[in-house]
């Protein structure tokens, strides 16, 4: 194991670090794409001679319903990589889990590409350079969830509008896009006002 080791580090060395070039519009975020990711990967594996064996296995699926009410796949893929030192016949093995969810064929496809990636990033230690628990919006919701109760409320979030009750989900939409608790209706009427 000892050529194959040497040669991971050096791949580990050359992929330290990947810019986050993809965005989410929908959900506002930058993203490391799979793209960027194995173009890097596959360029220092390639360096190196180390060859890399992907095989893939579906653990979970299910169908489920979007925010829309549609019918969409929801897998779960497990990859297992075997990576080949080529000059040595050395291998070694790094595994990684991904979902995907769609609404026509693409399920599979997409939990493969997470997989991949994420076995990828997490094996070779490849960093974005942030820190992905370091969500503001998130600590904003428990904080706005903790003076919603500390002011006398229920353990349940009411909208202050109309008094309804509020999931957690509904209270933290409303939060982020309006700065207050409001339940869907209310919600509806703030958007037709603005």
């Not at 009410?69 to 990859?79: D, P, Q, R, S, Y």
Request: aromatic share 4%; net charge neutral; hydrophobic share 35%.
């Amino acid at each position: 194991m000892k050529n194959i080791a040497g040669k991971f580090v050096k791949v580990m060395e050359e992929c330290s670090s990947i810019r986050k070039n993809g965005t989410n519009d929908f959900h506002h975020y930058k993203y490391a794409t799979s793209a960027d990711v194995l173009e890097k990967v596959n360029a220092s594996l390639v360096k190196h001679k180390v060859a890399s064996i992907v095989t893939p296995e579906i653990i979970t699926t299910a169908d489920v319903l979007n925010n829309k009410g549609n019918t969409e796949h929801l897998v779960t893929v497990k990859v297992t990589i075997t990576l080949v030192d080529t000059e040595s016949g050395e291998s070694m093995v790094i595994s990684g889990a991904g979902g995907g969810q769609d609404g026509g064929d693409k399920a599979v496809m997409k939990a493969q590409t997470a997989a991949i990636k994420y076995a990828y990033m997490l094996s070779l230690a490849i960093s974005t350079n942030d820190d992905p628990e370091a969500d503001s919006k998130t600590d904003e919701n428990v904080c706005a969830t903790e003076l919603v109760k500390s002011a006398g409320a229920s353990d349940t979030p009411s909208c202050s509008d109309c008094g309804a009750k509020l999931t957690t989900g509904v209270m933290n939409v409303s939060m982020n896009k309006y700065g207050r608790p409001l339940c869907m209706k209310c919600q509806k009427k703030v958007q037709v006002v603005a």
